[in-house]
């Protein structure tokens, strides 16, 4: 198993500022997932964080708008940029596993 | 038409029912099933985990999948208040300990009633 500490745990925001989410794994793991939770809808995967290379992002999302780090094997960021009510969402981190996902608790974020 | 269907309930039931939740999908490509269920204001937590057709059982809880009809359902018996939670189909295409991308439903509310 893994742990996962994400923090904050929620955030309300001005719009046109960034938000920077913290994720932190009690182990090493070589890939991380950021996930995004809109009300009413599915968990919709951002981008997945490759340490020691540029993050991979999925179709509708972009470097601009969700900048990824992954300084080392235990810690990634995501940021939100220049932020517009329709960001207003959770947002999760995940590592995978032989069998399923771990999921940190989520960011709440809202922009107003 | 979204790769993967759940009915967002809510769904309540009195303690002690047996709970069907089901999801479809249109993706035959896809080899692995889960089910999550997420508590208000946490992260989605890992309840089965399943490969191809079948049927696996934990505790309460068994997972069937039937791809021939590209369905997957969770049955929980005995239901508890505790259960009270959105449960969350998810499935991968390939194992997810290669990283492979997850595609969710839209989670079903359960609410169990005393």
């Known amino acids: 198993s893994a742990v996962i500490s994400q923090k904050p745990s929620r955030d309300i925001c001005q719009r046109g500022t960034s938000l920077t989410i913290q994720c932190q794994v009690d182990?090493?793991?070589?890939?991380m997932f950021w996930y995004r939770q809109q009300p009413g809808q599915s968990l919709t995967l951002i981008a997945t964080?490759?340490?020691?290379?540029?993050?991979?992002?999925e179709s509708g999302f972009v470097i601009d708008k969700f900048p990824i780090s992954r300084p080392n094997l235990t810690f990634s960021t995501l940021t939100v940029s220049n932020m517009s009510p329709e960001d207003s969402s959770i947002y999760l981190c995940?590592?995978?596993?032989?069998?399923?996902?771990?999921f940190g608790q989520g960011t709440r974020l809202t922009v107003v | 038409q979204k790769e993967v269907e759940q009915d967002p309930g809510p769904l309540s039931v009195p303690e002690g029912a047996i709970v069907s939740l089901n999801c479809t999908y249109s993706n035959s490509a896809f080899q692995y099933f889960m089910w999550y269920r997420q508590y208000s204001r946490k992260g989605p937590e890992l309840l089965m985990y399943?490969?191809?057709?079948g049927n696996k059982e934990d505790g309460r809880f068994t997972a069937q999948v039937d791809k021939s009809s590209k369905y997957i359902s969770l049955f929980i018996r005995d239901s508890q208040p505790s259960d009270s939670a959105t449960y969350l189909c998810?499935?991968?295409?390939?194992?997810?300990?290669?990283?492979?991308?997850?595609?969710f439903g839209t989670g079903t509310r359960l609410q169990v009633t005393l």
């Open positions: 998810a499935m991968s295409l390939l194992n997810t300990g290669t990283a492979s991308k997850l595609t």
């Open positions: 995940s590592v995978p596993i032989q069998s399923g996902a771990f």
């Open positions: 399943t490969y191809s057709s």
């Open positions: 964080a490759n340490q020691g290379s540029e993050a991979t992002y």
């Open positions: 182990s090493q793991v070589t890939m």
